[in-house]
């Protein structure tokens, strides 16, 4: 295994294909362009061409296809979003629909495709895979960080520094008035962002969907360290009805401790905005890592990224984790903000 893309993935000896095809789907993430840039010119350089598919599986069932060249994706390594565009295919999940998608494939001489996404759309791509032999590629790309087989999905860091400014701001306010704030970010499912924010932010407390609370610890929590001298506090909550988001949250606070908790919901902000460094960087190694798994013959896999190298990892044994939340930066945020 090494830095580039190499990996112990069994390979199938598999005739180097002409014709690949790439989406997006899932949420947007910041550095998607940038990871559409990578294999796109990486394909260029094999004599591989890319066909792009539009607005994700979505594109690929009504065939939304066009033909994509180096310079299809010029000026995109800065840019947010993705301008092959996205949506969350319920259809998708239907064998019915995975059938017209891989005729569609067929139709236009396709032998690879490249899925950049995220955990849904990883599972979906592991099941079209098995089904109709496609191999397929998965470039782990979410603001939220949640795909089994990789250290870091592309857009996560991003998504991190968007709300730590946030943060930042939001925090010398609460000093000057001596006030509670609580502060809902993005991850419906996941805790990630959560906790990175709520580490790097200096918050009091953070409440995630993967692990159980209860309002009254927080209340507990935050009158405490009112006791110890604390004046302004901020308390991260990860969205969505699994954590109940932040209202439930500053109304016990405001009960508890009769000054008027504020509320801030990050919401979309989180997913915009250029892609930052890191991004930028591991999106085109993992775009480049994928087309270097298709020229091998390697099998579908996820190109993940492993203590720093580019890896794959074979999508059946992804496909069926969850990546866990590691349980003890939460008691690091209680240790660290006493
Ligand atoms: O999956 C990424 C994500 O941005 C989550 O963090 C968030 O909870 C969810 O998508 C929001 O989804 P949507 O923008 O489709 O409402």
């Not at 499912?189 to 409440?207: K, N, P, Q, W, Y």
């Not at 109940?244 to 989180?270: C, D, F, K, N, Y």
């Not at 579908?300 to 990546?323: F, H, K, W």
């Amino acid at each position: 295994m090494d830095g580039n893309g190499n990996s112990e993935t069994p390979e199938l000896n598999a005739p180097r294909p002409r014709r690949i095809a790439i989406l997006t789907a899932g949420g947007d993430a910041p550095g998607m362009n940038a990871a559409i840039r990578a294999v796109v010119r990486s394909a260029a350089i094999a004599g591989i061409e890319v066909i792009g598919f539009r607005r994700g599986y979505e594109g690929l069932i009504r065939d939304l296809a066009e033909p994509l060249d180096g310079r299809s994706v010029a000026n995109m390594i800065q840019r947010g979003g993705t301008f092959l565009e996205t949506s969350r295919s319920p259809e998708f999940r239907t064998p019915a629909a995975r059938g017209l998608a891989a005729r569609n494939l067929k139709r236009h001489q396709i032998e690879a495709l490249i899925v950049v996404g995220g955990e849904g759309s990883m599972i979906g791509a592991a099941a079209f895979s098995a089904e109709t032999g496609v191999p397929v590629f998965v470039i782990p790309a979410s603001i939220d960080n949640d795909i089994p087989g990789t250290d870091y999905s592309i857009g996560f860091d991003t998504a991190v520094n968007t709300a730590l400014e946030a943060i930042d701001r939001i925090r010398d306010t609460a000093f000057a008035y001596e006030r509670v704030f609580c502060v809902e970010v993005m991850g419906r499912d996941s805790g990630f962002i959560a906790i990175a924010v709520a580490l790097g932010g200096g918050a009091e407390a953070v409440i995630v969907p993967e692990i159980p609370f209860s309002l009254d610890d927080i209340c507990d929590r935050v009158e405490d360290s009112h006791r110890r001298g604390k004046r302004s506090t901020i308390v991260v909550v990860s969205e969505g009805p699994r954590t109940g988001g932040v209202i439930p949250v500053a109304e016990a606070l405001t009960a508890r401790l009769g000054m008027q908790a504020r509320v801030v919901v990050l919401g979309h902000v989180q997913r915009g905005g250029a892609p930052t460094a890191r991004d930028r960087l591991l999106a085109s190694r993992m775009g480049a890592g994928a087309i270097k798994a298709i020229l091998d013959g390697a099998g579908p896999s996820l190109i993940g990224e492993d203590r720093g190298a580019i890896v794959r990892v074979p999508l059946s044994e992804v496909a069926t984790q969850r990546r866990p939340l590691d349980p003890s930066l939460i008691e690091l945020v209680h240790q660290l903000s006493t």
